[in-house]
């Protein structure tokens, strides 16, 4: 299993693979933009309407703006994989890094170290610059959630990144990955949940989103939560992994 392992030099070649896809190192820009700008934006226009003008839970109304930034940690996610898929690159990769476990690990690694420190500083940032706008009703930093809400959602994005890393390197496809997760996200998972009851907790984004709920509803707590959207992204990069190793350059 140590041989598996990354080493220094290959993790270094995935970052300058990332970091020369201007799309893909663009995408986890994109988070922090995205993620903390709409958030200051939105509660900038109408955080102190009234009480509640950003959702009846103060906590999750800060981060408003994760439903926006959430879809580029999809793009990054996917953007860094499917790249591999195109033009003859994986044959070259593989090449290079003869060892896949070693070479899949070495790239999902250095994308998930990406994500999880573009997700840290965005969700601090995010809550401070929301916060700043809401006037009389704004959350202090320490109030009952707020540390957490702050840690859980880089994970959040953190996973989200992982998830669609994950399916493309099953499917092969950063395009078919994102529109199939996109409208997943953004329509199908609450047209199912009215529909499904108390399963439709267990799906990823909203499992991963109790984190950001000030009192926890349904089955799942924050941690627990985040850790079925874990085991989502797991299942999912374990397939890639399967895929990976059985299917041809």
Known sequence: MRAALPTPSTLHSEWIKI??????????????AATAGIQALTAAAIGQAEAGSLGDDPLTGAYYGLNFGQIAAMVFGAGALSAEFHNGALR???????????????????VGALA???????????????????????????????????????????????????????????????????PFVLLVSFVVGEAAGGAAQFLPDRAGQVVLHTQAEGDLGPWTGLGVMALWAGAALFGGWVALRRRDA
């Open 92 to 110: 070259t990769s593989l090449a290079a890094v003869p060892h896949r476990t070693r070479f899949y690990l070495s790239k999902i690694v250095t």
């Open 19 to 32: 970091r020369s896809l201007r799309g893909t190192l663009g995408a986890l820009v994109a988070v922090f």
């Open 116 to 182: 999880l420190l573009a997700g840290q500083i965005t969700g601090l940032v995010t809550f401070f610059a929301g916060q700043a706008f809401m006037g009389p009703y704004a959350l202090e930093f320490g109030d009952p959630g707020t540390y957490r809400a702050v840690v859980g959602s880089g994970l959040y994005l953190t996973l989200m990144a992982l998830f669609a890393a994950g399916l493309t390197a099953v499917l092969r496809s950063g395009t078919v990955v994102l529109s199939l997760l996109i």
